[in-house]
């Protein structure tokens, strides 16, 4: 409560532009058949614009995390079973761009929701073999596949040198064997921000996480060094809920 309690909701600064953005589809057709072509026009359309959140999504080929039969290239969610999809490119490469000053090499980053194991792919390698990051995902079939896809993938030597690590568990309780993180990313979306997260946040550290229900915004949460919190919001968002194992596999 003593963390609640200091929150400040500082300012609210909505990007009207990229809301609209963010809500539709940025391309349609089959011209990004490729992870590569898939990066450029994410720079194109402003949502990239650090060269390494661009280098590592070119290292990470998301055909690797994306169940057969769907396309992984193109801006748009997919399933992935259980009742969850993996998120559109875009919004993997906005809250990599969010978060990039806490994803510097060294740094310590924690995944809720983590799914596929792409986005936590892409962290791991933005923080590098000296960091750490840590996904949680609370269905175990999940998590196997995640592993399998990252072993074919460009973070492969991070789940070997054990900088990379996925662990099956309920996210709303973070991961506190490795806490305090730089930085915290949350992959669903939920009824209020779990305070067992902010407390996992560093000072100065930063967690971008969706929040609401029938209508949810993308909120970037920022620990600042002597421990007061501010919160704002980013964008409206559309996200799977962050809830219980029996609530997601019984949501239909
Ligand atoms: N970011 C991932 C997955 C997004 S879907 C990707 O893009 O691949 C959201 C994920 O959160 C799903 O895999 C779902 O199973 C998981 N999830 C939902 N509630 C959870 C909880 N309480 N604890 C852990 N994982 C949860």
Not at 185 to 202: C, M, N, R, S
Request: net charge neutral.
């Amino acid at each position: 409560m003593e963390v609640l309690r200091s929150i400040l909701s500082c300012f609210s600064s909505r990007s009207r532009s990229r809301t609209r953005a963010q809500s539709h589809a940025l391309w349609s057709s089959g011209a990004s058949d490729k992870n590569k072509s898939m990066v450029e026009q994410l720079q194109r359309y402003g949502i990239i614009r650090s060269s390494k959140v661009a280098e590592v999504m070119e290292a990470v080929d998301r055909g690797l995390f994306v169940p057969p039969g769907g396309s992984p290239y193109f801006d748009s969610p997919m399933l992935i079973g259980y009742n969850a999809t993996i998120s559109a490119p875009h919004m993997h490469a906005a809250c990599l761009e969010l978060l990039e000053k806490n994803l510097q090499p060294g740094m310590r980053a924690l995944d809720v929701g983590s799914g596929t194991g792409y986005l936590t792919a892409c962290i791991a390698l933005m923080v590098g073999s000296e960091g750490r990051a840590v996904g949680v995902e609370h269905i175990p079939e999940l998590v196997a596949t995640s592993i399998e896809n990252i072993k074919k993938s460009a973070a492969a030597p991070q789940l070997n040198d054990g900088s990379l690590s996925i662990h099956i568990a309920d996210g709303r309780e973070g991961w506190p064997e490795l806490a305090p993180y730089d930085a915290i990313h949350v992959g669903a979306a939920a009824p209020q921000i779990p305070e067992a997260l902010i407390e996992q946040l560093k000072p100065g550290g930063r967690m971008v996480i969706p929040v609401g229900t029938m209508f949810q915004e993308l909120k970037v949460v920022d620990k600042k060094l002597d421990g007061t919190v501010c919160i704002r919001d980013e964008t409206s968002v559309r996200y799977v809920p962050l809830t219980s194992k029996e609530a997601q596999l019984h949501a239909n």
